[in-house]
């Protein structure tokens, strides 16, 4: 069973998501939280795998709740829920730790998946969101010499530059005809070599030092 803490500053929104997220014979919401402050107190009550994070709310806002739970519950993923203009508050959010972004609005469907693959340790980001996010790291500096993969294989460096394009698991045991266990234990290799939490910094170090090119 998936535990989920839900926070929003709109009621309405918070109990919408317990609904629909509780409607999972797989997930159980343990709590919802109004406000930044309450999250943290909640997250360490309740023992949540994964936490659905607003960003914008009044008083400690959803990026320094996620600042925070990620330094004293590093187990914990949080999900970033986010609207189509909030592209500070997203680059925020991936400095303090966050797992994965959607767009509020995301279809049931995709929200459940969401959730279940965040608590599985992959990274869900909306496209929009994606590219977005993508574009501000590939545009904010020149890539950088490095060497920062040097201990990767190369296999791994084909994996990580994929990984970097976006692409899931199941895509790239697509793509290079690997079965996706193979690709698991390549991504969890390739973050401890990098010295990354998860998948999203990954493909950011990998873009800002001009690793994610296709050769």
């Not at 803490?5 to 709109?10: A, S």
């Not at 995301?106 to 459940?112: F, H, K, N, Q, V």
């Not at 992959?122 to 993969?149: C, N, R, Y």
Request: net charge negative; hydrophobic share 45%.
């Amino acid at each position: 069973m998936i535990r989920v803490l839900v926070c929003d500053d709109q009621a309405v929104v918070a109990e919408g998501l317990e609904m629909i997220l509780g409607a999972d014979a797989e997930i159980e919401v343990v709590g919802l939280a109004y406000g930044g402050a309450e999250v943290i107190d909640k997250a360490g009550q309740t023992n949540p795998d994964v936490i659905l994070m607003d960003l914008k709310m009044p008083g400690v806002n959803g990026i320094q709740a996620t600042r925070e739970i990620r330094k004293e519950h590093p187990e914990i993923k949080v999900l970033v829920l986010t609207t189509f203009g909030d592209d500070e508050w997203v680059f925020d959010a991936v400095r303090s730790g966050a797992a994965g972004y959607l767009l509020k609005g995301t279809p049931r469907d995709e929200l459940i998946k969401a959730v279940k693959g965040t608590a599985a340790g992959e990274a869900f980001i909306d496209p929009v969101v994606g590219s977005k996010l993508l574009t501000h790291v590939a545009g904010s500096a020149a890539p950088q010499e490095t060497t920062v993969a040097s201990d990767l294989s190369e296999r791994e460096m084909d994996v990580l530059r994929l990984l970097a394009q976006g692409f899931s698991n199941a895509e790239i045991s697509g793509t290079l005809f690997l079965t996706k266990g193979t690709v698991r234990n390549y991504v969890s290799a390739i973050l401890a070599k990098l010295g990354v939490e998860d998948r999203t910094q990954a493909a950011i170090l990998a873009i800002r030092h001009g690793l994610a090119e296709s050769e």
